[in-house]
């Protein structure tokens, strides 16, 4: 399977992440796709690819490289490369040139600069750009032919042909136009005279160099077309233009054999643009996001100090709410995740997703710092809604979530997020702690719970589990934010997301639910009756 699964990478929103990543040229975004996820094993391959990432991120920190993007733009359009090149013309010649000169450029300027990165031979780009350098002094491609050669001789006489036949065109037209009384200007397009004007209509009818080319119920129209030794001069023009194209063609057929055995080499030299691309946008990204070069862990732990999810950091910031970095150290196998309502649990789950997923792929990491070890699989279970079309209520879906994830490879990690909370309150809590049980004793890896459940029961699977809550809501900032803002704005505003040791003691439920606008006497009942049952014992312990 891949790291992450669709469905996960879905809600942790991992393409959303990484979208500015994405590769500018075309072998980098077939270089992207080819890459797979990082597993067990896989550790020295993973140290290589962070060692090559570091290096660019460094170049790009201490050199300026403002043709980065444009040169690597231009290794699009990449089709015509597959072609049989004599089918080639003047426009793929000349894309075939500003390929080539990107790439030496790249390689010169980036792949030279970048500490371990395998330097190629030049040869392909040199034997390219040497032959076509007589033909794309300008920008574009226009064949240029020696001197002395035959297309040379032929592009001669025909420009003295059409020197000539310009020449007599030009006394011709001119003669005519003034026996109309017209500027010569005026034949250069056709003119038309009403039926009824029949003087005029005899005297165009009466010049041999104008044609009647269409005539309806209302009116003709003339073109002027030369005759004469002037028509003779256009054909002799039109054979010199004929046998012109035809060495043009031959020659141009020559140059695409001629550089037909280096293409090979130079699509070669385009799939290492394409993995320096791939090196570009994770460092290019690392640096816009700050992003650090993360360690494996040597213990089995998975910790992160100051960690951002950018994409929920932009939604906060774009509220105009302050968002709030994570610092974590998980141990395995069970982690219990505790906290008020609204108090960033699901976006917890989240951002150790995105992380682990980032991690896996082999990118820097959004932290001060973080480490974790390499997983073989990873699942999300929980907090989903009904699926109609396939006959399952939420619960359903977890389940049928649930199952797939237990048949993966381990090590796993699972984010469960609430799971069982739309069925019976203590079936639910009855089947979650014996999921943590199964888990603790059966499998190996990092089994991440978030939920309202202050304890996961006390059986012998359930001693390893640590406990931690979220910070929750802070009454005093919530009492002075109410006066500024709305009630929905005060409390995000007013709540802490950081994660602590430990299970919490309330999920702030009660406060939370009147803050909202509940009626006050509706959570007054809800309060009293939650203490009676703390009183009888009926209420879980915490």
């Not at 001197?147 to 065109?169: H, K, M, N, W, Y």
């Not at 994830?405 to 014996?434: H, I, K, N, Y």
């Amino acid at each position: 399977m891949s790291i992450p699964p669709v469905e996960l990478g879905a809600r942790v929103f991992f393409d959303a992440c990484i979208a500015a990543a994405e590769p500018i040229s075309e072998p980098g975004r077939d270089h992207a796709r080819g890459m797979r996820a990082f597993l067990p094993g896989d550790e020295e391959a993973l140290g290589r690819l962070w060692d090559r990432t570091a290096a660019f991120l460094s170049l790009l920190q201490t050199r300026q490289l403002p043709l980065l993007d444009s040169h690597l733009r231009i290794c699009n359009g990449l089709w015509f490369l597959r072609e049989d090149p004599l089918s080639w013309g003047a426009v793929e010649l000349a894309r075939l040139d500003e390929i080539a000169l990107s790439v030496r450029w790249l390689r010169d300027e980036v792949a030279a600069h970048l500490t371990g990165q395998a330097q190629g031979s030049h040869e392909a780009q040199d034997r390219i750009l040497g032959l076509l350098a007589p033909h794309c002094t300008a920008g574009g491609f226009a064949l240029s032919p020696a001197p002395d050669s035959g297309l040379a001789r032929e592009r001669g006489v025909l420009d003295a042909a059409t020197a000539r036949f310009l020449e007599l065109e030009r006394a011709q037209r001119e003669a005519v136009a003034g026996r109309l009384g017209l500027s010569p200007g005026r034949l250069r397009s056709d003119l038309t005279v009403p039926l009824a004007d029949v003087p005029r209509l005899e005297a165009l009818r009466g010049i041999p160099e104008l044609d009647e080319i269409a005539l309806t119920g209302h009116q003709a129209q003339f073109r002027f077309t030369p005759s004469g030794p002037v028509k003779d001069a256009r054909a002799v023009m039109d054979l010199a233009r004929q046998r012109c194209h035809a060495l043009e063609a031959a020659a141009t057929a020559e140059l695409c054999g001629q550089l037909a055995p280096w293409i090979p080499a130079l699509l070669k030299d385009l799939e290492a643009i394409g993995e320096l691309d791939v090196l570009y946008g994770r460092a290019r990204w690392a640096l816009g996001l700050g992003a650090v070069r993360p360690a494996l862990s040597t213990d089995g732990t998975f910790q992160a100090e100051d960690a951002v999810h950018p994409v929920i950091r932009d939604q906060v910031e774009g509220l105009g709410r302050q968002y709030q970095a994570l610092s974590f150290n998980l141990r395995t196998p069970v982690v219990h995740l505790t906290g008020a309502n609204m108090g960033g649990k699901t976006a917890f789950l989240r951002t150790v997703g995105l992380l682990q997923a980032l991690f896996q792929r082999g990118y820097f990491i959004p932290a001060r710092s973080f480490s974790a070890p390499l997983v073989r699989a990873m699942a999300w279970v929980g907090a989903v809604p009904d699926a109609p079309t396939l006959g399952l209520s939420s619960f359903g879906r977890e389940c049928r979530d649930l199952v797939e994830a237990l048949a993966l490879p381990s090590p796993l990690l699972l984010l469960v997020d609430e799971f069982a909370r739309s069925t019976d309150v203590e079936e639910g809590q009855a089947l979650t702690e014996a999921l943590t049980e199964h888990l603790g004793r059966h499998r190996q890896g990092l089994f991440l719970f978030a939920g309202h459940q202050k304890r996961l029961g006390d059986g012998p699977g359930t001693n390893d589990v640590q406990y931690l809550h979220t910070g929750g809501l802070d009454f005093e900032a919530y009492s002075r934010n109410l006066g500024r803002m709305e009630a929905v704005e005060a409390l995000a505003a007013s709540m802490n997301y950081c994660v602590l040791d430990g299970p919490t003691t309330s999920s702030d439920a009660l406060e939370i639910a009147l803050a909202l606008g509940l009626p006050e006497s509706l959570v007054r009942s809800a309060r009293e009756t939650w203490s009676r049952r703390t009183i009888l014992g009926l209420r879980e312990n915490p």
